[in-house]
């Protein structure tokens, strides 16, 4: 048998990005033979990655990345399993890889990213995850992004590593960057009411006549009711409707602020990591109750 030395281990796991221990079996199980043994990874981490996908991935981060001209920029969320792999610094990197993946490649969905270059690496997004599920043990997603590219500015800011917000806008840095946090801050669902559906302004509407109704305010009185509270839901979930964060009064809205700075904003978009997944809760107690039992 070839005798398997550090320095073996060592190249295979940098040319990898898998554990130690994984990496010198798979040396031994192929005779010390470098590309066999790399192959033997590829297609255990595939397998390994295969059979953690069913495992639901709420957790994770989001990532953002600007190009210096500040151009072009791109937001994403990269989910794992546990907020503890959340915090892993392999699983931060890769994030930050993907979003520099798309914010230079330009994907048009998931799946064409997964078989890009890796930004900073060899290998594609899609051989990075894989190898990513192997060493850490937990099933990950790319699970969505966003890209932008401007002629005007990009402003970015990350809340903690679970909220982040990529703007497009025109005006001055710090308010780009304001702007960015009160979006995080407050949760629009769109820059105006263009932004929102039909469905939602039906249905607020339908809700005020209903209200209206039971409090017993006269049919007359219905229409006018109804307008006032969807005029009132649209100031709430949009941007140009909503009290800036920060302003000095209090009463500011956003919209007022780019008028007083001659500024205006063209998009945006924010992601919350795990919206919209539906957790699993583990009753660890239960579990443990049944084991005895058994």
Known sequence: MAEITAG????????TGLGMMDCKKALVDTNGDFKAAEELLRIKSGAKASKASSRVAAEGVISSFVTPDGKIGAVVEVN???????????????????AQTVAKNNPSDIDALAN????????TVEDARKALVMKLGENMTVRRFSRFETSGKLATYLHGSKIGVLLDFAGEDTLGKDLAMHIAASKPKSVDA?????EEVATERRIAIEKAKEAGKP???????????VQKFLKDVTLLGQVFVKAAD??????QLLKSQNATVKTFQMFIVGE????????YAAEVAAISKG
Do not use: H, P, W, Y
């Not at 890009?116 to 290998?123: A, C, E, K, L, V």
């Open 8 to 15: 073996m281990v060592k190249e295979l796991r940098e040319a």
């Open 80 to 98: 794992c399993e546990t907020d503890f792999v959340a915090k892993n610094d392999d699983f931060i990197a890769f994030a930050n890889s993907v």
């Open 116 to 123: 890009m270059t890796i930004s900073g690496g060899s290998g």
């Open 194 to 198: 263009s932004g929102v559906s039909a």
């Open 219 to 229: 049919e007359a009185m219905l229409e006018k009711i109804a307008e006032g509270s």
């Open 250 to 255: 209090g009463k500011q809205t956003v919209e």
């Open 276 to 283: 919209g997944i539906e957790k699993v809760v583990v009753d």
